[in-house]
C-alpha cells in the first residue's frame, strides 16, 4: 500500500507487477520505467522488473488499513493480464469483497478476459468494486462495449493517455469518465477539442467528468483546468464507505 499522487485515487496497492504491452497507450508505459527503477533501487518486491509477478504477501493489507480508502488495484499492472493465475484474481476479488468500507478501483486494458471471466461466474461484484477500462482512441473503443457487458456495479473509463479524439461513444451504462493527457519525456499531444467534446458527451449522457491533467513534459505547468475551472466529477460512492 502506498499513498498515491494520482488525482482520482487516495491509494495504490499493488497484489501483481509487470505487464506487457497492448496498444498504443502502453506505448511510454510509467509503471514499465518505475519498475526497472525499483529494481535498480534493490526493492525486492520489484526484483523481476516489469515481468508478471504476484504477490500472495499483500492480500492481507486492506484488512489492517483503519478508516475508509479509494483504493487504485495494480497501479503497476493489469489484474486481467493473461499471466495472472484466475485463481489469485479470485483472491483479489475476496480480499475487496471482505472490505466493504473500502473502494477499490480496478483498471484493465484486457476487457475480453474480464467478460470471460464474468460470464464464468468466477467474479463476485460488490458494491465497492469500481471496473474500468483504459481507451485511449477510437481504435479501442471496442472496451467499452465489453466493459458494459459485465455485471460490475459500477464501471468507468479511463481516457489516459488521450492520443485521439474519441467520438459519438455509447455512455449507456457507464458511471464514471477520467480524462488525462500523456506525461513524459516525449509526451503524443492530446488536442482541447478532444477533451472538450468528451465532456459534452458526458454531459449528455449524465456521466460524472474527471479532468485529471494536460500532461506534456511539465505537467504541474500545464495544469488541470478546463474552461477555467477544475472537473472533479466522481460516481456514488457506496453505502459501505464513510469519508
Known amino acids: 500500500m502506498a499513498q498515491s499522487s494520482i488525482e482520482w485515487t487516495e491509494l495504490t ?12 497507450g502502453c506505448k511510454f508505459c510509467y509503471a514499465e520505467v518505475m ?5 535498480a533501487m534493490g526493492l525486492e518486491k520489484y526484483k523481476n522488473g516489469f515481468d508478471v509477478t504476484i504477490h500472495p504477501e499483500t ?22 493480464h493473461p499471466d495472472v493465475p484466475v485463481g489469485f484474481i479470485k483472491d483479489v476479488f475476496q480480499v475487496m469483497n471482505e472490505n466493504p468500507q473500502h473502494v477499490f478501483q480496478v ?20 458494491e465497492n468494486i469500481w ?19 459485465t ?14 479524439p474519441l467520438s459519438n461513444m455509447n455512455l449507456e451504462g457507464i458511471h464514471w469518465l477520467i480524462v488525462g493527457g500523456e506525461s513524459g519525456h516525449s509526451p503524443r499531444p492530446m488536442k482541447p477539442e478532444w477533451v472538450i467534446d468528451i ?21 504541474k505547468k500545464a495544469g488541470r483546468k478546463l474552461d477555467g475551472k477544475t472537473w472533479d466529477q466522481l460516481p456514488e460512492m457506496p453505502v459501505s464507505y464513510s469519508a
Not at 492480500?59 to 486481467?80: A, G, Q
Not at 455485471?151 to 485521439?164: D, H, Q, V, Y
Open 13 to 24: 496497492w499493488n497484489p501483481v507487477t509487470g505487464c506487457t504491452k497492448v496498444s498504443q
Open 35 to 39: 519498475a526497472k527503477r525499483l529494481k
Open 59 to 80: 492480500l492481507e493489507e486492506p484488512y489492517r488499513w483503519k478508516k475508509s480508502r479509494v483504493v487504485f488495484v495494480n497501479s503497476m499492472s493489469d489484474l486481467f
Open 107 to 126: 483498471l484493465t486494458k484486457r476487457t475480453d478476459l474480464l467478460l470471460e471471466y464474468d460470464q464464468e461466474g468466477l467474479l463476485e461484484w460488490t
Open 131 to 149: 471496473m474500468g477500462t483504459s481507451v485511449e482512441n477510437d481504435r479501442v473503443k471496442h472496451r467499452i462495449d465489453t466493459l458494459r457487458k
Open 151 to 164: 455485471k460490475a456495479k459500477t464501471k468507468f473509463l479511463s481516457c489516459e493517455p488521450l492520443i485521439g
Open 199 to 219: 465532456k459534452e458527451q458526458c454531459n449528455k449522457a449524465d456521466v460524472p467528468f474527471f479532468f485529471k491533467q494536460w500532461g506534456g513534459r511539465n505537467k
